[in-house]
């Protein structure tokens, strides 16, 4: 199934149509790019154009006005920029918050995460070749544990010391 890559029409060939295709992206999920408000995941594909699923759970986007605006604007942000992006399997989940942003927020959050999504996929890095994270202040925690500070030893000239 060939999808014409002319136009900017985002027709069947550029969805996720089944569970199987997204189950597929939610097992193995190589690439990613996230905000606050959303998460994509991303799985190269052996087609030769990117296709996009929608999860807007009505957990994180309770009205379904806004589900249905995010879902429109998430498609639209796709199907504007599908010739430029990677060939891959992506997954738009909203979490929560999601509902709150205006239509221009929307699209920015968006154009957003298909730039990093897109520089994600050419250039992936492997899961060890990441630099080693710094310590989140567990050491300092255990530094506190193991040098309490001395209790103050009383007087003889304050009350409770021996004389």
Not at 50 to 75: E, Q, T, W, Y
Not at 83 to 106: I, K, Q, S, T, Y
Not at 134 to 139: F, H, I, L, M, T
Request: proline letters at 11%.
């Amino acid at each position: 199934m060939q999808c014409p890559r002319s136009d900017f029409a985002f027709a069947k060939p550029l969805r996720l149509l089944n569970a199987a295709q997204y189950r597929a992206v939610f097992d193995c999920a190589p690439v990613r790019a996230a905000q606050p408000q959303f998460l994509i995941l991303a799985r190269p594909n052996d087609l030769d154009h990117p296709r996009l699923g929608l999860v807007i759970a009505k957990k994180h986007v309770r009205n379904a006005c806004d589900r249905n605006r995010i879902k429109r604007i998430a498609r639209e942000t796709f199907r504007l920029r599908q010739h430029e992006l990677f060939p891959l399997d992506a997954v738009v989940l909203a979490r929560g918050g999601a509902g709150e942003l205006d239509n221009a927020a929307l699209g920015k959050i968006f154009n957003k995460l298909w730039r990093k999504l897109d520089q994600r996929a050419r250039n992936p890095q492997p899961e060890n070749a990441r630099p080693p994270q710094p310590s989140r202040g567990k050491a300092r925690r255990d530094k506190k544990k193991t040098s309490p500070a001395p209790a103050p030893q009383p007087t003889p000239e304050q009350p409770g010391g021996t004389q």
